[in-house]
């Protein structure tokens, strides 16, 4: 069975957080120039021996999301996130943004037009689409559902309905398989909205 880009562009992320793991946080600032501060935050984390169980978590959510094919990206595991700073003040949106493969444009609509979720506009576009539904990646809010560049990174994309199931089970058999607390994200790795 071929990925789908959804799992292709998660392979994507697991091996950016896998190569930080070897990394000297200087190699890792020097190597990740768009997102410096939080790369050399994750480096030294694992430096640390912090991060000693992350990997085995997402090599368990890589083959999930390979088994179900998504068409966009999941949410990484909240408890990765959290662990790795994902939802740290301390970093910039566009840092934390740069880092996961975010399009400029929508890092820019959600940091300076303050768009915390999907909005009216978003539902808007939806209704003149013609679809009948769309899917993000939780957490990432898309300047506009049309946005190629995101299409493109397989982090937001037209679905049918019967599609949703899919998602809906791919979260079910995630949040079994790796437990965590935190309380927002139990069964939440897509943002899904239908007409």
Do not use: W
Not at 35 to 48: D, G, I, N, T
Not at 51 to 60: G, M, N, T
Not at 135 to 142: E, N
């Amino acid at each position: 069975m071929s990925s789908s880009t959804g799992a292709l562009s998660f392979s994507e992320l697991v091996r950016k957080i896998s190569a930080l793991s070897v990394m000297s946080p200087e190699e890792a600032e020097s190597r990740f120039p768009r997102s410096p501060k939080f790369a050399r935050h994750v480096a030294q984390l694992f430096l640390e021996d912090r991060l000693f169980d992350i990997l085995p978590r997402l090599e368990i959510q890589l083959q999930i999301v390979r088994h179900f094919s998504p068409p966009v990206r999941p949410a990484l595991d909240p408890y990765t996130s959290t662990q790795i700073g994902i939802f740290s003040k301390r970093f910039n949106d566009y840092e934390i943004g740069e880092f996961l493969g975010y399009p400029e444009c929508c890092m820019r609509s959600f940091a300076e037009n303050i768009r915390y979720g999907i909005d009216e506009e978003h539902i808007r576009e939806l209704k003149g689409s013609g679809m009948k539904a769309f899917v993000t990646t939780a957490g990432f809010i898309p300047c506009s559902i049309f946005c190629k560049e995101a299409q493109s990174r397989a982090l937001v994309s037209f679905i049918k309905p019967d599609e949703i199931e899919n998602l809906r089970a791919m979260e079910k058999e995630t949040a079994l398989q790796l437990p965590h607390f935190h309380p927002e994200y139990r069964e939440h790795y897509f943002e899904v909205r239908s007409l």
